[in-house]
DNA sequence: ATAATAGTGTCTATGAGACAGTATGCG
DNA sequence: CGCATACTGTCTCATAGACACTATTAT
């Protein structure tokens, strides 16, 4: 039982909508190793304080910045002996799903955007589990309800397509979309409507609650 | 950088069809904690041997049984205090598709076989394990190619049906069945056929070879 | 009225399931 | 020849996309 342990840590790739395309949040490392490139949030397991590495993932997020979001899922383990060259590392993966506004208000100044399709060269290898977890999600938009953890409480569902569109990357039929919404019950008509504009007010809706962390693994 | 770290272990559900249903791998645990109970098969993550945790997983599959499986990839990470007695414990499982041929031959008399409906109360949380790799496979091969990976090298058409059959509980169209697994070049005709019984021989198809880690992650 | 976006009715093409038919080996 | 299983042709129904049409607000 006295094996020298690899360091074990947690990292989140918080995914958000910003004008219309896939960000990630980033922070600059403000010390080595890769000092001033930019990473993705995470910390370490910590036994004494940690019931899981769920529960270690959401104390690193609502440290670094307040803010707890509402979805999350583990994405997978990244592992080695050169990926961090302090020590042979496991990063546990988490991806979460975050509303604009949610994130940009409790993170200011703290956080970096940046579009997943041109990221800068990131810390250890970073750069590779954005790019899993950006794949983790096109593939579920595909069959499953996540992208409405992306917008706000309430939307429209021409906002829900245009979320969809911007994740797939391409356009889809506006009645086949609708329908498809609807016989699922990804979301629940509310009696609100959108105002202001010179055309007619959309309808809102709100998403259906989902579980914080999912298990349903694809 | 000297907290202190939880254990790291790596644990593989080794999944193959035998007698008709999807039954697992396991082994009868000969010391505490947990000993007599049946347990997957896993071990320590050694840093100054494996090169990943996959690396690692092979590894120990390798040394207990001397097999290397032809399909595994990750599942997810199962983590606590409590989960092991003896420490903060990480296990990082796998789960892997066998045919029942290679499995038995290369582990006779190491494993156990359990059909996965019908599971006795396994060690740690294993059982908790075995289910969350039963609802990955069944979930993917809604829209995938895996069952292929439970088939030896060649097999037929039927038998590859009835493999579909037993891992999602029903009974599936013969011509529709066929008309997929044509269309997505899931499969290599050969030009062998089978012999004996007193019908029509079918023809022998094999599997379009896959990754051995997949990082397609639904 | 016009512009602009919301929302719907309907035609069509594509794919899945049902089912019965044909094919071909062995005894 | 007849049985058992392999394989296929075709009908039907459900679903997805295309697209045009109506609806409703502010200016």
């Known amino acids: 039982m006295d094996y020298p342990q690899p360091l074990v840590t947690v990292d989140a790739v918080l995914l958000t909508l910003r004008d219309g395309c896939l960000q990630v949040a980033l922070h600059r490392r403000p010390a080595e190793p890769f000092r001033d490139r930019l990473a993705l949030p995470g910390g370490v397991v910590h036994v004494d304080q940690d019931a899981s590495v769920e529960a270690a993932i959401l104390r690193v997020l609502l440290d670094k910045t307040g803010f707890r979001p509402r979805y999350i899922e583990q994405l997978g383990v990244f592992s080695g002996p050169d990926r961090d060259p302090r020590s042979w590392s496991v990063s546990i993966a988490f991806v979460a799903l975050v509303p604009e506004a949610a994130l940009t208000e409790a993170t ?81 008509a509310t009696d609100a409507y959108t105002q202001g504009g010179a055309h007619r007010p959309a309808q809102l809706y709100e998403a259906r609650p989902v579980e914080l962390f999912d298990r349903t693994i694809a």
């Not at 060269?121 to 096109?138: E, K, M, P, S, Y």
């Not at 706000?152 to 039929?173: C, D, K, W």
């Open 108 to 188: 200011e100044g703290i956080f970096h955007f940046h579009s997943v399709d041109a990221l800068p060269a990131l810390a250890f290898d970073h750069g590779t589990i954005v790019a899993a977890a950006v794949q983790r999600l096109r593939n579920k938009t595909r069959y499953s309800t996540l992208p409405t953890q992306l917008l706000p409480q309430r939307f429209t569902l021409s906002q829900l397509q245009a979320t969809y569109e911007a994740i797939v990357g391409h356009p889809l039929n506006k009645a086949a979309f609708r329908r498809k919404i609807e016989e699922e019950g990804v979301v629940v």
